[in-house]
Each structure stands twice: as structure tokens, then as C-alpha cells.
């Protein structure tokens, strides 16, 4: 940092910069900073900078007096003029609403300081009017997107560090040249009196009369806010687990600090009334350190790529365990509820997104040396995620092939599962068992619908507990399908068929009649849920009547294949139909599956490594080894059961 070494000349150089009038450099300056640049308020980095001293003065008023005496007249003569400055700028800005409380507020600023009023009384009269500034010529004083602490920790050893030291005590190697010292960032009586805004525009604009420049043109706004959110952290970094904790516990402290804008402007001394100081203390430096622990504004997929880089911060700093929850938050929370949207824009992207993301996952829970390459990959997705969607809305043929293909996607399945059972009852001559199926699959439906009002209006399911839901029960109903396959197949060969419905059929039945109707409920609950989520949400963005088109065209496609399977079933004779049943069934338990892996990478139980595979989600085929192996574990008991029904057969 380039500093001034001559702290009068420095003071000097302040009177001619911000007193307005001042003939110095008068003809080499722009308009004075209190000139507006409109009719009705000041230039924004003129009211910045009048924060600024505000805010300086507040923070150091306690060096210049002590319980009434002067202890640095200097410090004192600086103070003095700071408030001075702030009341003669305000008596030259346009004139509004606020101005003649403002004038109030600054001319009582400096009866207290010109009668060397308490520390507590001049600091808080300093933040107050710097707080009504604010509201009455409202500036930027929020980052517009989380902090990066980990790209702020590596700002402050490249900038920082040869000043205020390796941990913030101002004992860096250049220290000892600087007149005054640098700043003790972790003196907490100091930081107490000091908001991450402070930090911000200190590093913006620099400091007046020390070897702190400004960074306004060499760092982005983005970098700035990383680097005072670090900076802020470093005095409370060793409660920042105790704060944590209380973060949880104090609902006070969650109304308080709701956002970025109020957690940047909030200072210990502000907060400990209500929090008590300890707790003011703790909970600000676990927040400033996890800004992103905040609850966020933001959805959808820019939810998704905040959470991301919180993400690769965690780990950046060594966290993976964090880092692996932020990770699958972005996905659960940002990128799941779009899913829909982007599905019926760009099926393609959508799916590439699920895999980068549940790469990344991986990558982070196996600290590998890929894990940044998977999050750029990721992000990238992401932000091409976001320019298709903020395209507008859906068009009408998006629409309608959308809906359309939704159902016949999500229905397909269930609906296999319930022909074969329909159509293996007939043919068994059992016409009283079907009743349990359609009670199986008409419950299931109403399940459905239920469990999404209750989802909407009463108590909310996390996306993690849709995709273990979807998946634990794909690998149930894969499992059920697999014996049933296995079951039907070696009833069909070697005219075992004819002996076992001669014989036992009957009773198997009327003690397997709750196994149907358990097997068809749960075939077709596990897609009536999420299929009634991605209605909802494309019916938000419309346009609704194509929407309503396309659900009905597929509802008209899935009657029509079931009564194609019906009426082809009762044609065929019985040994043909236990052979061509326990293969439909069969091919059902890979594709479940599949399906069901997926969803438990969704939600995090499983890891992802990329497999090149095609994807195929009509089939369960997904590019992940995971899903492949489990399928081929599948396929071959499969082939073995089949193969051992054969050799079984009298020859």
C-alpha cells in the first residue's frame, strides 16, 4: 500500500478534500464533495464519504477524550473538525424532508464534542445520524451476492498482511515505518464499535492520514465485500463456534439479522442491549465468517450458485463436511425447484446440471483434486440455467410437450405395474382380486395430492425428503418386482403353469389380495407426488391452458397404452403371458433401479462418479457408475434366476 508518512500533511490534504469552500487546489479539484448532482440529493459518494466520517469518528473519539479531559489534542482537534465538516456539508445539500432533522442531529453532534462528551454519548449521537443519513439518501451498503471468505483471506495476505500482520494484530513486517500504526483488527473494543460496512468503505476509500489507500479501483465491489467480511471475523474468530449455537437458539438475533444489508450494518454495540454483549459478540463473528448461514433472499438457480461458492469456500478453508452440505443444499434448494422450468426448456441441460452437481458432491466428499474444475463446470451450467430462464416464460409448445411428456415419463412405470397385475388376475380367472389393485392405485393417488397440500400449506418436506422418498421406495418396488419376475418366470416354464394355478393359486391369492393392493399403491405414490410438483410449478409461469392440454393429451397416451396391453394380454395364451409378464416385470426392477439410485444421488446418500453412458431416464439409464453397477447387479440375478429355472426343467 502506497501510505502518507506525514500525518499532518495527510490532515491537511482531508480539510482541502472535504471541507467545502476550501481555496486550496480549488482550481485542480471537481466541485466541492457537497455539490449535488441532482436536483434533489447529493452525489452517492459524496453521502458515502459522509458516512465514512461519521462512522471514523465514532470509532476514534475514545483516543482524543477520557471521562471529560483531553488526551490527544490532536485527535481531538480532529474530531472536532470532522463534525464540523459534516454539519457544513449538510447545510449546503438540497434542501428535503430530512434535512432539517439531520442539521439537528449534526449541530448537537458538535455541542457534545466541542463540551468533550462521554465516548458512549458522542459514538452513538456519530452512528445515529450516520444511520438517518442513510435513510434519507439510501446508498449501497450491502454486497449484492455472499461474501467469499476464502477469496478474502487470500486478498488480505496479498494486500493486507505486510501491514496488519498474518492474523490481523497489526504487527505486520512494514508496521514499524508507519506513522500512525496500522489497525489491530482483533481488539475488540475497537471492532465492537465497527460494522462490516465500515471495514468495506474503508477499503473502498482508504483512510485519510495513515498508509490506508483505497481499493475502489483496483478490487471489485465483489472482492471489497469478501475482504471486510474476513477482516470483520478476525476479532471474534474464537467464538465463532459458540455462535453458531446461539445462532440457532436466539430467535431475537434471526429477526435482527435477516439479510446481507442488516448483517454488513450491524455493530456489537448496536446489538448487545437486546443480546447481551457476549452473545452480540459470538453471533457476529460466526455470521461474518458464514454470511451465508444467513436465510437467503435469493432463490431457484441463483440460490443454487450462491450455496455453491459457499460451497467451494468451505472447502477452500479446509471444511468438506460443511462444504458437502452447502453442496447438496444448492441442488435440493436452488436447482430442484426449477427442475420443471428447465426440463421443459432444455431437457439436455437440465440433465447435464444434475450429474455436475452430483460430481461435485463427490469430488468434495472425496478431497479430490478435481474439486475445483467441478465446481466451475457446475457453475457454468448454472449460469447457462439462468440465461434460458430468464428468457420469459415458457412458450406454448414448451408448454404442452412439457406436460405432456412429465406424465407419460413419471406414469409409464406405475402404469406397467398395474396392467401386469390387472392382466395376471384375469387370466388367473380371479376377478374379486381387483378391486384390490384399483383401491391400490386410486389411494395412491389421492396419497398424492394429499401429501403435496400438506407440503404446501401445513408442514414442509424438505427436497433431501422427496428424493430419499422417491428413491427408498423405486429400490422397494424394484426388490418386490424382482422376486415376482423371478417367481412368474419359473411358473412359466415347463407347463408348471397349469399345476400351480390347479392347485395353489387360489390360496396364494386370497393371502397375497393386501400384497397387490400394497404393490400398486406404492408403484404409483412414488410418481404421483413429485409429478404433481412439477405441475405446480409450471403452471406459475404458464402459459396454462397448452399446460392443461399437454397433461390431458398424456393422460389420453397412458389409457390408450393400457388398453392396448389389456386387450393384446387376454389374446395371449397363459404360458406365453407368465413368459412375456415376468419379462415386462423384470425389465421394470433394472429401470427402478436405476431411478432409485438416482434419486438417493439426489439426495445426497450416494455419491456420483461420471460413467460414459448415455442417459436414458425412460429406461432407469443414468451416466453414473453407481446406477450402472447396481442395474448390472440386477440384470445378472436376473439371468441367473432364469437360467436356473431352465436347468430345472424335467428334460
Given at each position: ?229 474476513y477482516v470483520g471475523s478476525l476479532a471474534y474468530a474464537h467464538q465463532a463456534g459458540e455462535g453458531a449455537e446461539a445462532w440457532k437458539d436466539n430467535a431475537a438475533a434471526r429477526a435482527r439479522l435477516d439479510s446481507l444489508e442488516t448483517l454488513s450494518r450491524a455493530r456489537v454495540e448496536q446489538l448487545a442491549p437486546a443480546l447481551g454483549e457476549r452473545q452480540a459478540r459470538a453471533i457476529l463473528g460466526y455470521l461474518r465468517a458464514y454470511p451465508h448461514a444467513l436465510p437467503s433472499t435469493v432463490s431457484g438457480l441463483a440460490l443454487a450458485r450462491e450455496k455453491l461458492a459457499a460451497s467451494l469456500a468451505a472447502w477452500h478453508r479446509g471444511e468438506p463436511d460443511e462444504a458437502g452440505r452447502l453442496a447438496l443444499s444448492a441442488y435440493l434448494d436452488g436447482v430442484e425447484p426449477v427442475e420443471p422450468q428447465l426440463d421443459a426448456r432444455d431437457a439436455a441441460l437440465r440433465a447435464q446440471l444434475e450429474t455436475a452437481m452430483g460430481a461435485y458432491r463427490t469430488a468434495v466428499a472425496g478431497g479430490g483434486a478435481d ?281
Amino acid at each position: 500500500m502506497i501510505g502518507i508518512r506525514n500525518k499532518w500533511a495527510a490532515r491537511l490534504l482531508l480539510a482541502c478534500l472535504l471541507i467545502p469552500g476550501s481555496a486550496v487546489l480549488a482550481q485542480a479539484l471537481p466541485p466541492p464533495p457537497g455539490t449535488a448532482t441532482t436536483a434533489g440529493a447529493p452525489a452517492p459518494a459524496t453521502v458515502d464519504q459522509t458516512w465514512q466520517m461519521l462512522d471514523y469518528l465514532a470509532t476514534d473519539y475514545a483516543g482524543a477524550v477520557h471521562d471529560g479531559r483531553v488526551v490527544s489534542a490532536s485527535e481531538y482537534a480532529e474530531m472536532r473538525e470532522f463534525a464540523g465538516t459534516v454539519r457544513q456539508r449538510l447545510a449546503q445539500w438540497p434542501p428535503g424532508p430530512a434535512m432539517p432533522s439531520l442539521q439537528a442531529q449534526a449541530a448537537r453532534l458538535v455541542h457534545l464534542i466541542d463540551n468533550r462528551a462521554g465516548t458512549g454519548v458522542v459514538a452513538h449521537q456519530a452512528h445515529a445520524l450516520a444511520d438517518a443519513l442513510l435513510a434519507a439518501y439510501p446508498v449501497p451498503t450491502a454486497p449484492t451476492r455472499t461474501p467469499d471468505l476464502a477469496r478474502g483471506a487470500v486478498l488480505y495476505r496479498q494486500t493486507c498482511a505486510a501491514c496488519h500482520g498474518a492474523r490481523g494484530q497489526g504487527d505486520g513486517p512494514a508496521a514499524a515505518a508507519l506513522e500512525p500504526p496500522p489497525i489491530d483488527f482483533t481488539d475488540r473494543a475497537r471492532a465492537d464499535q465497527r460494522s462490516v460496512l465500515s471495514l468495506f468503505e474503508a477499503i473502498s476509500q482508504g483512510v485519510k492520514g495513515t498508509a490506508m489507500a483505497g481499493y475502489a479501483d483496483r478490487l471489485p465491489a465483489d472482492d471489497r465485500w469478501s475482504l471486510a467480511y474476513y477482516v470483520g471475523s478476525l476479532a471474534y474468530a474464537h467464538q465463532a463456534g459458540e455462535g453458531a449455537e446461539a445462532w440457532k437458539d436466539n430467535a431475537a438475533a434471526r429477526a435482527r439479522l435477516d439479510s446481507l444489508e442488516t448483517l454488513s450494518r450491524a455493530r456489537v454495540e448496536q446489538l448487545a442491549p437486546a443480546l447481551g454483549e457476549r452473545q452480540a459478540r459470538a453471533i457476529l463473528g460466526y455470521l461474518r465468517a458464514y454470511p451465508h448461514a444467513l436465510p437467503s433472499t435469493v432463490s431457484g438457480l441463483a440460490l443454487a450458485r450462491e450455496k455453491l461458492a459457499a460451497s467451494l469456500a468451505a472447502w477452500h478453508r479446509g471444511e468438506p463436511d460443511e462444504a458437502g452440505r452447502l453442496a447438496l443444499s444448492a441442488y435440493l434448494d436452488g436447482v430442484e425447484p426449477v427442475e420443471p422450468q428447465l426440463d421443459a426448456r432444455d431437457a439436455a441441460l437440465r440433465a447435464q446440471l444434475e450429474t455436475a452437481m452430483g460430481a461435485y458432491r463427490t469430488a468434495v466428499a472425496g478431497g479430490g483434486a478435481d474439486v475445483i474444475a467441478r465446481e466451475r463446470a457446475a457453475d457454468e451450467l448454472l449460469q447457462r440455467g439462468q440465461a434460458l430462464l430468464a428468457g420469459g416464460s415458457a412458450g406454448v409448445a414448451s408448454a404442452f410437450i412439457g406436460a405432456w411428456t412429465i406424465l407419460v415419463r413419471e406414469g409409464l412405470e406405475a402404469l406397467l405395474v398395474v396392467v401386469a397385475l390387472l392382466a395376471f388376475l384375469r387370466k388367473a380367472e380371479r376377478p374379486a382380486m381387483l378391486r384390490y389393485v384399483h383401491a391400490g392405485w386410486s389411494l395412491a393417488l389421492l396419497a398424492g395430492l394429499a401429501t403435496w397440500a400438506v407440503a404446501s400449506y401445513a408442514v414442509a418436506i424438505s427436497g433431501a425428503g422427496r428424493e430419499l422418498t422417491e428413491g427408498l421406495s423405486s429400490l422397494f418396488a424394484a426388490v418386490v418386482l424382482l422376486c415376482v419376475g423371478l417367481w412368474m418366470h419359473r411358473k412359466s416354464v415347463g407347463g408348471r403353469w397349469q399345476a400351480y394355478l390347479k392347485a395353489k393359486m387360489a390360496a396364494t391369492l386370497d393371502r397375497s389380495a393386501w400384497f397387490l393392493f400394497g404393490l400398486a399403491f406404492l408403484s404409483v405414490y412414488r410418481e404421483v407426488f413429485e409429478t404433481i410438483l412439477f405441475y405446480v410449478a409450471m403452471w406459475n409461469e404458464g402459459p396454462r391452458p397448452w399446460l392443461l392440454g399437454g397433461i390431458g393429451a398424456g393422460a389420453a397416451t397412458l389409457a390408450v397404452i393400457a388398453w392396448v396391453l389389456l386387450r393384446t394380454s387376454r389374446r395371449l395364451p397363459l404360458g406365453k403371458f407368465f413368459s412375456a409378464s415376468s419379462a415386462l416385470i423384470a425389465v421394470l426392477a433394472v429401470v427402478l433401479t436405476g431411478k432409485g439410485i438416482a434419486a438417493l444421488q439426489e439426495a445426497g446418500w450416494i455419491g456420483v462418479h461420471v460413467a460414459p453412458l448415455p442417459r436414458i431416464e425412460l429406461l432407469g439409464i443414468y451416466p453414473t457408475w453407481q446406477s450402472f453397477t447396481a442395474q448390472a447387479i440386477v440384470a445378472l440375478v436376473l439371468a441367473a434366476g432364469y437360467g436356473l429355472n431352465l436347468r430345472r426343467v424335467p428334460g
